[in-house]
């Protein structure tokens, strides 16, 4: 019960206003097609959180590959009053990635255990506002994976586009 009232207290301290959701694409090194869906969510403090889902997939001499995903972040915005004027800011991240690898010719005979990938991600992005609500974004994403069986790092770059919730 003190577990539940404790969880209850930090999620009433993350009330600020910018909350927002976007939606990725680019291209990852492996070669593939990356898109995330990203939530992130303001906090009082100089850091914020967010979550993305993505998938990656590449069809490269016939062998058909994707991933899916989750990453979860700490990020520092250099914009941390989102109902500022900026017209560019920045965001710095860091955290924790995993995803199941799905490539049939390779890893086909593979359990779902052995096809899960987890590790560290780091991302930057410069972000330009094209409107109070609406923003654009470059990113690049670095990640490196525990499961060498699977490749240690994913190299990705991109483009996205954000929706601000603004209160």
């Given at each position: 019960?003190?577990?539940?009232?404790?969880?209850?207290?930090?999620?009433?301290?993350?009330?600020?206003?910018?909350?927002?959701?976007?939606?990725?694409?680019?291209?990852?090194?492996?070669?593939?097609?990356?898109?995330a869906?990203?939530?992130?969510?303001?906090s009082?403090y100089?850091?914020?959180?967010?979550?993305?889902?993505?998938?990656?997939?590449?069809?490269?001499?016939?062998?058909?590959?994707?991933?899916?995903?989750?990453?979860?972040?700490?990020?520092?915005?250099?914009?941390?009053?989102?109902?500022?004027?900026?017209?560019?800011?920045?965001?710095?991240?860091?955290?924790?990635?995993?995803?199941?690898?799905n490539?049939?010719?390779?890893?086909?005979?593979?359990?779902?255990?052995?096809?899960?990938?987890?590790?560290?991600?780091?991302?930057?992005?410069?972000?330009?506002?094209?409107?109070?609500?609406?923003?654009?974004?470059?990113?690049?994403?670095?990640?490196?994976?525990?499961?060498?069986?699977?490749?240690?790092?994913?190299?990705?770059?991109?483009?996205?586009?954000?929706?601000?919730?603004?209160?």
């Open positions: 019960m003190k577990s539940i009232g404790l969880v209850f207290l930090l999620l009433m301290n993350l009330d600020g206003v910018g909350q927002s959701i976007g939606i990725f694409a680019g291209k990852s090194k492996l070669p593939s097609d990356y898109i869906i990203k939530y992130a969510h303001p009082n100089i850091f914020q959180f967010s979550a993305q889902i993505f998938m990656e997939a590449s069809k490269l001499y016939g062998l058909r590959y994707s991933a899916y995903g989750l990453d979860l972040l700490t990020e520092y915005t250099s914009n941390q009053d989102p109902s500022s004027t900026t017209l560019f800011s920045y965001r710095l991240g860091a955290g924790a990635s995993i995803q199941l690898e490539e049939p010719w390779l890893y086909g005979g593979w359990k779902a255990s052995k096809k899960i990938g987890f590790g560290l991600v780091g991302e930057a992005s410069g972000e330009w506002a094209m409107s109070s609500v609406f923003s654009l974004s470059a990113f690049v994403q670095q990640k490196i994976l525990f499961n060498k069986n699977l490749g240690t790092t994913r190299f990705v770059f991109g483009l996205g586009l954000s929706y601000s919730f603004n209160n």
